[in-house]
């Protein structure tokens, strides 16, 4: 009888004594035989033996290989294991990139990797970074071949100015007559000298003008006279760069420049039509207003009424034409379509007559040398170097730097020319233990084809700077990444923001940045990044500020 089938049972000890749960009936287990209970060890050992080789083989990497006196019964079992075939994994090729030619593989790697993915060349990027303490620079890359860097070069032209001009210099600007002055009546001409004071604006003019009525004039018998020959004349036109002639990037520098060059322009709706003014007028130009007001929302082109500018021989017109919202506040238009020199004129003579008081009976604008009878009536002085770098850094500002170039010409002479400046810069530099020899420097702006310097140059510069007096003067002026200037939105919550200063630069085929670093361990980098090449404006930002961030990131 199968008492575990049948009866059903449930084992109460070890010895083998079962119950029958129906009947309460106790059974004894029959006893086994000699042959079984040798077989039943000979099987758990075996058993045992194998559990343990395979927990073995699974904590380690390389197959166990049994002893000689390892349990005779598990030899068959392994021999078999031994004679299976196991399949080979089939492993994928992988395909191994060619290391990219030149130096490119001084860059760090992830530089590298970033610049494949985008598929751009290292042949055109050169990298200099060097902390500020160390004797040898921590990375270079193509470090010493000269390139376009763009609006980068006005660091060589700022830093030069600190040193040729001095941070505390003052531009002047002057009034001289011929004549004499008699019951507020000047009986002969009336001089303004300018300098090429780069920031000359209206509320200076009048500081001028006040000047000018306390010295006891109110009326001018003779003509306006203005002498801008401290600068040589500019022979070149405003559009000769691009093409753009009226932008306001394009402003061509004069030792009489006044608002930068740029004329402003108000249209202003009112109840029937809509006004239209300058602030600078200029005779020579004229205003021509064909704007229609309409009772629509101020979006669109009812927003924004077109401005185009018709030239005739040296007069110009500027036509306005469109319909503009009446719900629209007044709209300001900047153009650069004047001389400096008209400008002033314009200005001066509005100023004089409407908020002066006075009147000038001469009509005529000449521009000329004052001559050495002349008697000095009134100066005032602009503002120093350092207060006008951070315009010019910050903004980028092409005409003011072009302003600050030609001043430190005029230290080698009047008048001032390109060609002075770029000597007079080489040669300060060269006294500074710096070689800047084959440095091309056209305007000092970096608004130029053909300027070029090596990352290398720049990198020595600012380490020259950081060691000098003049150290914070070219610090502050600088853009904060993140925060003011043309890096106001750039990186914008990285870990670069609020750490680095640096000056951008960027043309058709050229974008570069150049400046300093504080890094994770608090040491100073200085960074030189100049990449030419087509499409280069547009593709390699983002490699740019991963090299920064790198530079960040060091803990050495």
Same mark, same amino acid.
């Given at each position: ?51 343990? %080789? ?19 019964? !598990?030899? /068959?079992?392994?021999?078999?294991? /031994? ?6 994994? /089939? ?34 990027? =050169? ?7 160390? =004797? ?27 040193? *040729? ?51 006891? #004039?109110?009326?001018?018998?003779? !003509? ?9 004349? !500019? ?49 020579? *130009? ?7 007001? $309409?009772?629509?929302?101020?979006? %669109?082109?009812?927003?924004?009424? *077109?401005? =185009?500018?018709?030239?005739?021989? /040296? ?46 009976? %001469?009509? $005529?604008?000449?521009?000329?040398? #004052? ?39 005029? $230290? ?11 000597? $007079? ?7 500074? %233990? ?82 300093? *670093? ?10 030189? #990044? ?27």
């Amino acid at each position: 009888m199968n008492y575990k089938k049948e009866v059903g049972w449930k084992r109460k000890s070890l010895i083998g004594i079962y119950t029958d749960r129906k009947k309460n009936i106790r059974f004894k287990k029959q006893p086994e035989s000699t042959f079984m209970t040798i077989s039943k060890t000979i099987l758990k050992s075996f058993l045992l033996v194998f559990f343990l %080789g395979l927990v073995e083989m699974a904590c380690t990497s390389t197959p166990v290989i049994p002893e000689s006196h390892a349990i005779k019964e !598990n030899t /068959q079992i392994q021999t078999k294991v /031994q004679q299976k075939k196991i399949p080979v994994a /089939q492993v994928k090729k992988i395909k191994i990139k060619k290391p990219l030619s030149g130096l490119l593989t001084k860059l760090p790697k992830e530089i590298i990797d970033l610049l494949r993915s985008k598929k751009i060349s290292g042949k055109g990027m =050169s990298a200099y970074i060097h902390e500020v303490k160390s =004797s040898r620079p921590l990375l270079t890359f193509n470090a010493d071949v000269p390139r376009n860097p763009a609006s980068v070069m006005k660091l060589v032209t700022t830093y030069a100015a600190l040193g *040729v001009l001095g941070s505390n210099y003052h531009w002047p600007i002057e009034l001289y007559k011929t004549g004499s002055i008699e019951k507020g009546v000047l009986k002969g001409n009336l001089y303004l000298k300018g300098y090429g004071y780069p920031n000359f604006k209206p509320n200076d003019l009048r500081l001028l003008l006040k000047g000018l009525r306390t010295s006891g #004039i109110k009326k001018i018998t003779g !003509n306006l006279v203005l002498d801008n020959t401290y600068f040589s004349p !500019n022979k070149k036109s405003a559009g000769d760069f691009d093409g753009k002639t009226y932008a306001k990037y394009n402003a061509l520098p004069d030792a009489l420049l006044y608002n930068e060059g740029i004329s402003e322009l108000y249209l202003t709706p009112k109840s029937k039509s809509a006004g239209l003014i300058s602030l600078y007028p200029d005779e020579n *130009v004229t205003l021509v207003n064909h704007v229609k007001l $309409k009772n629509v929302k101020c979006r %669109g082109r009812y927003a924004s009424p *077109v401005m =185009s500018v018709k030239s005739k021989a /040296q007069k110009k017109a500027i036509h306005f034409n469109g319909s503009l919202s009446s719900r629209c506040s007044q709209r300001k238009y900047t153009i650069v379509i004047s001389k400096a020199v008209n400008m002033v004129n314009g200005s001066f003579r509005k100023i004089w007559t409407t908020e002066m008081g006075g009147s000038i009976e %001469g009509k $005529k604008l000449i521009v000329a040398k #004052i001559p050495n009878n002349a008697h000095l009536l009134y100066r005032i002085k602009g503002k120093a170097v350092k207060e006008i770098l951070p315009l010019i850094n910050k903004k980028s500002n092409n005409v003011m730097a072009r302003q600050l170039f030609l001043s430190i010409a005029a $230290k080698a002479g009047t008048p001032a020319t390109l060609k002075k400046g770029a000597d $007079k810069i080489k040669q300060w530099y060269l006294s500074r %233990g710096l070689d800047f020899s084959k440095l091309q420097i056209e305007n000092g702006s970096g608004l130029s084809r053909t300027s070029r310097i090596s990352a290398r140059q720049i990198g020595e510069l600012l380490l020259d700077a950081y060691k000098s007096p003049n150290k914070n003067h070219l610090l502050k002026s600088l853009p904060i990444m993140g925060v003011d200037g043309t890096l106001r939105r750039r990186m914008r919550g990285t870990i670069a923001a609020k750490k680095s200063f640096m000056k951008t630069g960027t043309l058709r085929d050229s974008r570069c940045i150049a400046g300093y *670093v504080t890094a994770n361990n608090g040491k100073m980098y200085i960074v030189a #990044i100049l990449h030419n090449g087509s499409n280069a404006k547009s593709k390699v930002l983002a490699v740019h500020n991963k090299l920064i961030e790198w530079t960040v990131k060091q803990n050495i």
